[in-house]
């Protein structure tokens, strides 16, 4: 959740609707006055954006800076 806060608003909003509440993209448009392509290409750079911030965690032992893996 942590790294879902940490993105741009656009692409936050996208990423709830359309991954967490499980809106289809055409509702997410309709809902935040875009077109369906924006969605799409949103929800797509959301994507890559939380693959970049999870990476370390992911590669490593799961610990967050500062915190010991248990």
Known sequence: WEAIARLPEEFRDVVLMRDVEQMESKAVAAALGIS???VRQRLHRARQALV?????????????DGEDAR
């Open 52 to 64: 970049k911030m999870l990476e370390p965690v992911m590669a490593g032992d799961g610990a967050r």
């Open 36 to 38: 369906d392509a924006l």
